[in-house]
């Protein structure tokens, strides 16, 4: 099957910065969207940002102008650029992505991955 990996996060300042990753792997013939999503404690999942195979991207109004969504097609790698991060950031972010793979015959399915830490605090 598909799997996520997502790096990148840790524990940062106000105003700081961090960059994560996802990387996908498995049999995958092409993957359509990508995204990130953040969950804090307490609260349900929530949409980040997202980009498409095109690069048409899509932001919560919550990061517009901070957060920077990219990917790399051959490497099946979606980025995150977090600037002037705020304590309201803080979160487990998971990265998501609408893969189109190969077991046996060609399936669709999406996927997540564990997720990473980021905390933003003094």
Do not use: H
């Amino acid at each position: 099957q598909v799997q996520l990996v997502e790096s990148g996060g840790g524990l940062v300042q106000p105003g700081g910065s961090l960059r994560l990753s996802c990387t996908a792997s498995g049999n995958i013939a092409r993957i359509n969207a990508m995204g990130w999503y953040r969950q804090a404690p307490g609260k349900e999942r929530e949409l980040v940002a997202t980009i498409t195979s095109n690069g048409m991207t899509n932001y919560a109004e919550s990061v517009k102008g901070r957060f920077t969504i990219s990917r790399d097609n051959g490497k099946n790698t979606v980025y995150l650029q977090m600037n002037s991060l705020k304590p309201e950031d803080t979160a487990v972010y998971y990265c998501n992505a609408d893969v189109r793979f190969y077991i046996g015959s060609f399936r669709n399915g999406v996927y997540w991955g564990q997720g990473t830490q980021v905390t933003v605090s003094s």
